[in-house]
């Protein structure tokens, strides 16, 4: 899924998830509006047993270089999600044009 596709998806209210699959200190300075953080380093089956399996959860992070988003994605699906990667990530997000939030976003 590109930007411009999660944009589209996310104004549409499609049944999905954005997943900021980075350190919680990284996802606190900057993050896609509305996303969750899930650090891939700690999805377990209990972080993730209040999510909902019936949502689309679209996994993501800095982009080029980082494969955090596809740890995410990998894992999620392992436990059962159905799971999407954005392309690029927040770097291609940003790059598009779309806003962004927290501490320096």
């Not at 896609?32 to 972080?47: A, F, G, V």
């Amino acid at each position: 899924m590109d930007s411009w596709d999660l944009y589209i998806a996310k104004q549409q209210n499609e049944n999905l998830i954005v997943v900021d699959g980075r350190s919680k200190v990284v996802f606190t300075k900057e993050h896609i509006p509305q996303s969750i953080n899930l650090p891939h380093r700690e999805i377990c089956l209990s972080s993730v047993e209040h999510l909902d399996k019936t949502k689309i959860y679209v996994c993501y992070c800095d982009g080029i270089g980082c494969n955090a988003s596809t740890k995410t994605a990998v894992k999620l699906l392992t436990l059962g999600f159905q799971v999407k990667e954005l392309i690029g990530g927040l770097d291609w997000w940003k790059r598009d044009g779309y806003a962004t939030e927290g501490n320096e976003g």
